[in-house]
């Protein structure tokens, strides 16, 4: 069996997926490193696997975006951001493009020196990366290193084709489509940094690694073996890049663990009052809208007299501790995975790892995206029938209660292909066996 380094950036959403995936690779037989910053070494040895220290970026979020340790001047981005997306969808994609092009490929020669020491010490057969890692994908392509990509997010941010960019969205939901002015706007930031991320990377590659095929457009730049997806092959997404295999794992949650029993206790408690339970949680950075959560359980909780509401809400907990109640738990972090086995909807963000987590357990959702990948996935969601999407920028007291009313009418089916029982048959131990057998066709 091949030993095997999987690197992961240092962000909470990024680094569980890539850490189950780990742990189904070990269990398959492979000799597996996990290779992230120091914050992560405990999900190492949670899946079993031996910890490499490798820091790649000086941005981080370990849990909770505003609560992780990090420099002013990523405070100052990750308040940017924040404001951004009040002011709507567009907005919140242009100031993370603005972002990316202020942080171009910052010092890739410290990235790829760190992987070839990496490489140098535990000398790996194959590595496994972040596709949003393009710093260590640039250098593995750099040293020739075999690796395979790990897709987190939305499959078109592998992009496809040649009009396709990394920070357009491929699709956008129902009620949020933007004006043409705002689009146009938008498609000349994100081609802008296409060309100038393409320019970049090819300085590097013609500087450490003359002899290496060049790199080619920078976003594009994928294993040319093998893509794992952490989400469903839904029959409309984007055409993917050929020469090299594609696997929809669906999801990347490992064998699903029961509920910690004071967690256990307090959904024994808001059952005993209430017949339904809606968990609101927008993720480790949009928690910070706690003026999106307030409507959202608020209008809950005032249109239905039998539902009651559990709340991930970060840093803002105590800015909400006033909706608390008989019917409503709030809590700065949930596990959300666990927690949907026992939940009858879920209101989140879009992004792919709810997505995909509320389809595994068979829970419908509410969709509130704010940025990134989170409008694909918002759409993909309303096509596929297991969710209805809404601009978190302009909801109404009942918009939320309408949309669970209509998910619980039972009047929308979820297609065949991303039922809750196809779901649950793939997963990373499927993943780790289609990535083990396309690693041994190319040895």
């Known amino acids: 069996m091949p030993r095997i380094v999987v690197v992961s950036p240092p962000f909470a959403s990024h680094a569980r997926p890539l850490a189950s995936l780990a742990a189904a690779l070990r269990q398959a037989g492979a000799d597996v490193h996990f290779a992230c910053g120091p914050e992560f070494e405990p999900l190492a040895r949670q899946s079993g696997t031996r910890f490499e220290e490798l820091v790649v970026t000086r941005n981080a979020n370990t849990g909770v975006a505003e609560s992780t340790v990090q420099s002013s001047q990523e405070a100052t981005r990750l308040s940017a951001f924040l404001e951004a997306t009040r002011r709507g969808a567009v907005s919140a994609l242009i100031t993370q493009a603005a972002h990316r092009r202020e942080d171009m490929l910052p010092d890739p020669e410290a990235v790829l020196a760190a ?21 260590v994908t640039l250098a593995l392509h750099c040293l ?22 990394f920070g357009m969205p491929h699709a956008w939901p129902s009620r949020m489509r933007p004006a043409p002015r705002e689009l146009a706007a938008l498609h000349t930031w994100v081609k802008d940094n296409d060309q100038a991320f393409t320019r970049a990377f090819a300085a590097v590659a013609r500087t450490a690694a003359p002899a290496a095929p060049p790199p080619g457009r920078a976003f594009a730049l994928t294993s040319p073996h093998a ?14 890049p050929r020469g090299r295999a594609h696997f929809f794992a669906g999801h990347m949650v490992g064998p699903q663990h029961p509920l910690p029993a004071t967690w256990a206790h307090r959904v024994t408690q808001l059952r005993g009052c209430t017949r339904r339970l809606v968990l609101v949680a927008l993720g480790t950075f949009l928690s910070a809208r706690d003026d999106v959560l307030r409507t959202v359980a608020r209008s809950i909780l005032r249109a239905f007299d039998d539902v009651g509401v559990i709340m991930a809400a970060g840093n803002r907990t105590d800015v909400l501790a006033d909706l608390a109640g008989e019917r409503c738990l709030i809590s700065p972090e949930v596990p959300q995975q666990a927690l949907l086995e026992h939940m009858d909807a879920m209101v989140h963000h879009g992004g792919a790892n709810s997505f995909t987590e509320c389809m595994r357990a068979g829970v ?13 996935v918002a759409a993909d969601a309303e096509r596929a029938g297991v969710g209805v999407a809404l601009d978190p920028n302009a909801l109404t007291e009942d918009a939320v209660p309408h949309a669970l009313q209509m998910l619980w009418s039972g009047g929308r089916r979820p297609l065949d292909v991303v039922s809750s029982a196809a779901m649950r048959q793939r997963g990373p131990s499927w993943a780790a066996a289609r990535l083990l057998g396309a690693m041994n066709r190319v040895a």
């Not at 535990?122 to 949003?132: S, T």
């Not at 893509?227 to 993917?240: A, F, N």
């Not at 419908?364 to 990134?372: G, I, K």
């Open 115 to 135: 992987m070839r020491t990496l490489h140098r010490r535990v000398r790996a057969d194959w590595y496994v990366v972040d596709q949003l890692s393009y710093a």
């Open 227 to 240: 893509v794992v997806y952490s989400y469903p092959q839904l029959p409309w997404l984007p055409t993917r």
């Open 364 to 376: 419908p959702a509410v969709v509130l995206p704010f940025s990134s990948d989170q409008f694909s």
């Open 144 to 165: 020739q290193l075999p690796y395979a990509t790990l897709c987190p997010g939305h499959p078109s941010y592998v992009l496809g084709a040649e009009d396709a960019y």
